[in-house]
């Protein structure tokens, strides 16, 4: 099993190091053909309009197909990515999760910070930097995660999503899920 990073730009390096860690084997993702030699795929954090110029058309292209076959999960950046709906300002999205998300949602007084939410019913720490926001969830969407009353992880068939850094903490398990998403061939 192997697992890709996207390493356009951003927080990749975390990721690896986190799924290194936990056993699996890991390539770092800079162009399009590496997808077929991935069994999954990580869209860390960063700017996700970025990611968006990176990718071109093309790109952005290979990667639409690929989360459609393959498990995908996506933190901060790449939760914008994989959405459906994005505003603030409005972008192009993946639509691999049914939900709308609103970038930059804190403000700039409280644009990081680290907090305690829930990861189904246990405690979890969630570090948020430039967090977006989970505003709308659709009805084939399970909500994994939440921080006061608002999802933060979510889950659409093989598609993964938080709007925080679980690679930015010491705690495992939310990259624990997903590799076992990938292993479950869901
Ligand atoms: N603010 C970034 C965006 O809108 C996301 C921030 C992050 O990935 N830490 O794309």
Redesign the pocket.
Known sequence: MKIGVLALQ??FDAHRRRLEDLGAEVALVKHPGQFDEIDGLVI????????LKLLGEEGFEKLRQFVQAKPTFG???????LAKEVE?PK?TGLGALDIRIR??AYGRQIDSSIRQGRLGEEPLEMV?????KIERVGPAVEVIATQGDDPVAVRQGKVMAATF?PELSDDTRVHREFLALIRNGK
């Open positions: 951003g927080d860390p954090g960063g700017e996700s309009g970025t990611f933190t901060c950046a790449g939760a914008i990515l603030n972008q970038r930059n948020f930097i430039r967090a977006p850094h």
